[in-house]
């Protein structure tokens, strides 16, 4: 069965300062990745999904992730970070082709002015 | 174009009822999702619906969960004598495949809080 680890619960980072967030999934197969941000009182909306060729993806936002298969991860990263980016985010990973995701417990990100 | 809706926003209950949860999913979504999620956790799935196929049941927790789905339409979550460990957000999602897999688009919740 598909896991997912994002070992940081918490992070905080000043306004404008870089940003990575930490994704490790175990999968059997060619994983389909997934990031989501989620605000307070809010759903999740994604931010960007990998499920084949550049490893290198862009989402909205100004966000982008790398995957890695070597390493088994799937890291979020922006290069500065702006205070409405305060939310928490969740990294997923798909069987079947993106169904059934399982989620990791979500890092929350606060932003220091 | 309308997303993901959900209703009620939020639900009180009392311990032994039964409540409904709705899901209205993105207009030609032929998959729809529904996941649990508990205070500082992730997401755990809980039941998925593909057109006419038979849903996959496999993350219910009790057989006091339950959804049904009508078509491609509108679902409904049921949970019966309701516990408070049934205290969580539920969340529905729902998805067109395309080319490459599917990308699950989420409405905001029903926050359900058993007392």
């Known amino acids: 069965a598909q896991s997912v680890t994002q070992p940081d619960i918490h992070i905080t980072v000043s306004e404008g300062a870089s940003l990575e967030l930490r994704c490790n999934y175990s999968?059997?197969?060619?994983?389909?990745l997934f990031w989501y941000v989620q605000s307070p009182g809010q759903g999740l909306q994604l931010l960007l999904k990998?499920?084949?060729?550049?490893?290198l993806v862009q989402g909205i936002k100004g966000f982008e992730a790398e995957f890695k298969r070597s390493q088994s991860s799937f890291n979020l990263r922006k290069p500065s970070v702006h205070w409405s980016d305060a939310a928490e985010y969740f990294c997923?990973?798909?069987?079947?082709?993106?169904?059934?995701?399982?989620f990791g417990t979500g890092t929350q990100l606060k932003v220091e002015l | 174009g309308a997303g993901v809706s959900q209703s009620p926003s939020n639900k009180v209950t009392e311990k032994g009822k039964d409540v409904e949860l709705r899901c209205d999913p993105i207009?030609?979504?032929?998959?729809l999702y529904w996941y649990r999620q508990r205070l500082g956790q992730g997401l755990e799935f809980l039941i998925y619906?593909?057109?006419?196929?038979?849903?996959?049941k496999s993350g219910l927790p009790s057989d006091r969960f339950s959804a049904e789905r009508t078509g491609e339409s509108v679902s409904t979550l049921t949970i019966q004598r309701t516990q408070q460990e049934d205290s969580a957000v539920y969340l529905c999602?729902?998805?067109?495949?395309?080319?490459?897999?599917?990308?699950?688009?989420f409405g905001p919740g029903t926050r359900l809080t058993v007392l």
């Open positions: 990998y499920f084949s060729g550049d490893t």
């Open positions: 619906f593909q057109g006419n196929s038979a849903p996959d």
């Open positions: 999968y059997g197969a060619t994983p389909y």
């Open positions: 997923a990973v798909g069987a079947g082709g993106g169904n059934k995701l399982t």
């Open positions: 207009s030609g979504h032929t998959a």
């Open positions: 999602a729902s998805s067109l495949t395309d080319r490459e897999g599917y990308t699950q688009y």
